[in-house]
């Protein structure tokens, strides 16, 4: 019988506010990157049987009132699960301990029972939760592992805290855990990009005036890690490509150095997103499995933190056997090639050598980012559409001009007037700036680059992240009913759903049970939904004000400005209409077409041609009833305009227009590209209404598109709606 090791591995909890020491106490780890793929620690079967402990059904000091313990057990399961392509076999177990380590008893366990075996993994107590490993000496093959969450999980500064599922301030947020821990239960070690959920640090709720659910979802970081180890799916494998390589320094005497523990990612060059990340082994090799095929750019750092000694696959304390010793010499970021072809089931090879002034040790080094507020370790949640002040303390960054700070995403742009020097009491300069987020920006982990006046370069890899779906369990949140209901409010409307008619769209869908068919036909019906009153009196209004008026569409961004001034409430709804038209008729563009103090006859004459060419609808039968209205005020004009834009004819002839524009700018949130917005049109010649079988193809193209689903997870899971 082969002997059986076993590992611990640990996740290090850091929220710093205000700034804290990060944890720096980490063992010395095995190397697991020499050895081959196959030999990684991983559990050779595909279904493991998960036993929970009866400790996570009773009353515990550690959690919150009312914590869905189990729930939170089953979502983080059901969430790798997906990713590894493991199934997980959940049962009741009356065990309460973990099992030592020198004997294992077979039993995969979860528990928060306040046994000394648990209290003996968790340390100090300042641990959330720990995860004990057994695996084959030989060929690294898991055959238990067991995650004790802390009974007793203290602060920094020796506080009792708590664990929550409800965002509670002050505590952690139990789900984040368990999705760390269930990583290191798979074989995974810890990640150098700041968004990934394997990353060694857990903000508490609160951190940032947020509740810590970043780490509820996996990055794609995450998946490329466990797909390392446990392969693609069947529809996945062939459209996998790989990037392996050799990073060294120059020496002095002539001959290359490897970089071990250099800290290797991957960019998608399109948006910007990490997608993938490993560090150097101990022969300063890498290689990255599991990217899919396109273009990216690749960069590496020097790590000085706690993963500073981690390998590819191996964030672990051996508990029996010898660990071994690993150093690194100092080097300055750099990107390796900012554009690399990766082609399916290839691998591409990319080796580097630091050169001078590459290979000397940085000067620039961030340390910590933050906002609202707050510094920590742990990442910046964003949302499209919005803006945000983003902090990043450490050595050299107060020697980065505005010019020299960029978000590496299209998506994302700097405000070059809005750098500030920030107050922290830290021992490092902290900077402060803003950055806005596109509203298309899709899911995902971007990272900050800085570039100092000296010319050095430096990362925060995937330090901010965009992630809609912390509250869904489905492989993409737009599978999960209630999430896909209230989206399409805030992306319709502008607000957040009603909670009577948003439940029986959801009990509706719900009730379609596994009949793919029925849902299908469901979602339709609550994406046909938002084309009734209250989209005819917001979106449709405005985009034919535009027309009528100005000639053309409204861009994405009026229109997110203008529909907030439309109300929902149909008992005022008329007034916010016409409030919007009095708004509209003193922009600067519309007083240049249209200027003040013109006659009645001339300003009605410009208004009746410019529908007439832009709509070709004929409206001068209304003159003698528009010119009755006009008075030269502002007023007046606005109710002329209003009256124009609900014109019947006008508005049948510009519905199909307004329907077609209303879908790129919510489901895909961006401006339409003219050939697609053509198409469509074509689809929708002699339609009426919206809700034909037309409409319903349209629909189901775009809440089916992988760049819809892109905006909420990485997993595009529809091919059809």
Known sequence: MRPLNSILAVLILVSITPVRPLASDFPDLPDF???PAQQRTRWSAKTVQVSLSTSLNSPSSAMTPDSDIVGAVHRALSRWSTAANIKFDEVSSKVQAISPANAGD?????????????LSILGSGQNPARTRVFYDSETGEIVEADIAINPRPLGADGTLLQFSTDGTSGTYDLESTLMHEIGHFLGLDHSNVIGSTMQPHQGLNGTY????????????????????????TESMRDGMGAIEGKLTNSSLAGYPVPLQGAHVWVEESASGRVVASVTTSANGNYRIDSIPAGQYRVMTEYVDGPNASEASSGNMEMTSGTPVGRSQRAFRSVELRNRVRLR???ATRLNFVMVPPQSAPPVLRPRLLGTNGDLSATPVPAEPGKKLTIYVGGEGV????ISGISVTSPFMTIDPDSLTLQQFGTSFPVIGFDVTVAAN??????????????????YLPGGVTIDPGVNSSAANPADDSRFFVDQHYRDFLGREPTAERATKWIDELGNCGSDDECARGRRLDVS???????????????YRVYKAALGRRPTLSEFNSDRLQIVSDPETRENSRLAFAKAFVVRQEFLKKYPVG???????DQLISSVKQTSDVDVSAERGSLAVLYDGTATARAEILQKLADYPELVNKESSKAFVLAHYFAYLRREPDESGYKFWLGTLVGRTGYNSPSHRAMVCAFISSAEYQSRFGMYVTRKGC
């Open 33 to 35: 990157a020499g050895r």
């Open 106 to 118: 077979g039993i995969s366990l979860i528990t928060i029972a306040e046994t000394p075996e648990n």
């Open 209 to 232: 005036g947020l509740p810590a659910f970043t780490e509820r979802t996996l990055s794609e970081d995450d998946r490329s890690r466990v797909l390392s180890l446990y392969g693609p």
């Open 344 to 346: 399916a089931d290839v």
């Open 398 to 401: 107060d020697q980065v001009p």
């Open 441 to 458: 920006a899709s899911f995902g982990d971007y990272s900050i680059r800085l570039q100092s006046n000296s010319g050095e370069v430096a």
């Open 528 to 542: 046909a939904g938002f084309a009734e009153d209250e989209f005819l009196e917001s979106w449709s209004f405005i």
């Open 598 to 604: 013109v006659k009645a006859d001339k300003f009605l």
